[in-house]
Nanobody, 116 residues
Framework: QVQLVESGGGLVQPGGSLRLSCAAS????????MGWHRQVPGKQRALVAR???????VYANSVQGRFTISRDNAKNMVYLQMSSLKPEDTAVYYC??????????WGQGTQVTVSS
């Protein structure tokens, strides 16, 4: 079992920045992909960004150039630096981890609200 705990969400004004963190604990294998997804009411959860254990990254088109995903393998942490935030970035952000392409775990989510 793996547990994921997100932190760093909150209220920010348009154009502002916010950094999300996610700590993984438990049976965390070194061969994994960690990522961030987001969900708004009435819509499906959507990928924001993901990063493999070798550092390879993928971003959603809507956040490319504004968000940066990074990780600390020694600490089993993944981060999402969000800049130039827009009201449409408002969502619950979920951290996830996929271990060896087989086991998939989710965090409980953290609310990000972009509003003036």
């Amino acid at each position: 079992q793996v547990q994921l705990v997100e932190s760093g969400g909150g209220l920010v004004q348009p154009g502002g920045s916010l950094r999300l963190s996610c700590a993984a604990s438990g049976d965390v294998d070194s061969l994994n992909t960690m990522g961030w997804h987001r969900q708004v009411p009435g819509k499906q959860r959507a990928l924001v960004a993901r990063i493999r254990s070798d550092g390879d990254t993928v971003y959603a088109n809507s956040v490319q150039g504004r968000f940066t995903i990074s990780r600390d393998n020694a600490k089993n942490m993944v981060y999402l630096q969000m800049s130039s935030l827009k009201p449409e970035d408002t969502a619950v952000y979920y951290c996830d981890i996929i271990i060896r392409g087989i086991w998939h775990y989710w965090g409980q989510g953290t609310q990000v609200t972009v509003s003036s």
